[in-house]
């Protein structure tokens, strides 16, 4: 059966520190993957997605970035964080465009 | 472009009590899919129900039920005999057929009291 990683489940980081998040999904080939940024008490907001290795959707222009460095592995980076940037982010995949996606257990950000 | 509105941002209810929660979209392609999640206080998401554009069957699943009207774009959720385990973030959210990005709503917080 299929799974999805993503660590950390909290961070708490300084403002103007790095910022790496990393998912994996096992039991699954060529998945879409997206990445999602939940503010305190708001709805999901959509960042990246990738339907392969390599290629990278960005929804919304900010500091933050992504990478598909392997089939099954999408990393969330920022070279600076801001105060902003603090949430709940939540990895998550999808067999093919249409079926369901199935999500990460989030990463809850403090930049402080 | 496309969206998706849940206009109630919280609703409590007393347990054994139906509740329904309202998903209204909007869209220009004829082929859409709708979903529905369900974020419980650990925060991770728990897929519930996919429906595509071409079946406006009603579905119902245990508690659960889901009313598809295309005529006016909604796509209600009822938790029927709701019980304390059904407190959570409920989301719907939308795909078009043209398009690789899941747009969710806003999402609309239920407390079930005992």
């Known amino acids: 059966s299929q799974t999805i990683h993503q660590w950390p489940a909290t961070l708490v980081q300084p403002v103007g520190s790095p910022l790496s998040l990393e998912c994996t999904v096992e039991?699954?080939?060529?998945?879409?993957l997206y990445w999602y940024r939940q503010a305190a008490g708001r709805g999901l907001q959509l960042l990246f997605y990738s339907v392969g290795i390599g290629q990278i959707s960005s929804e919304v222009p900010q500091n933050l970035s992504a990478s598909r460095p392997q089939d099954r592995q999408f990393i969330l980076s920022s070279k600076k964080l801001l105060l902003s940037d603090s949430g709940f982010y939540l990895c998550?995949?999808?067999?093919?465009?249409?079926?369901?996606?199935?999500f990460g257990q989030g990463t809850r950000l403090t930049v402080v | 472009a496309q969206k998706v509105t849940q206009a109630q941002t919280e609703i409590s209810v007393v347990e054994k009590e139906d509740v329904t929660l309202d998903c209204v979209y909007e869209?220009?392609?004829?082929?859409?899919?709708l979903f529905w999640y369900k974020q419980p206080p650990s925060g991770e998401l728990v897929f519930l129900i996919r429906?595509?554009?071409?079946?406006?069957q009603n579905e119902i699943s245990g508690r659960y039920s889901w009313n598809f009207q295309k005529s006016t774009s909604s796509f209600n959720f009822t938790i029927t005999a709701s019980q304390v385990v059904d407190s959570a973030v409920y989301f719907c959210a939308l795909q078009q057929s043209n398009d690789y990005k899941l747009s969710f709503g806003a999402g609309t917080t239920v407390t079930v009291r005992a």
């Open positions: 869209t220009r392609d004829t082929t859409y899919y």
């Open positions: 039991g699954t080939s060529n998945p879409n």
């Open positions: 998550a995949w999808r067999e093919r465009q249409y079926t369901e996606a199935f």
């Open positions: 429906r595509n554009s071409f079946d406006e």
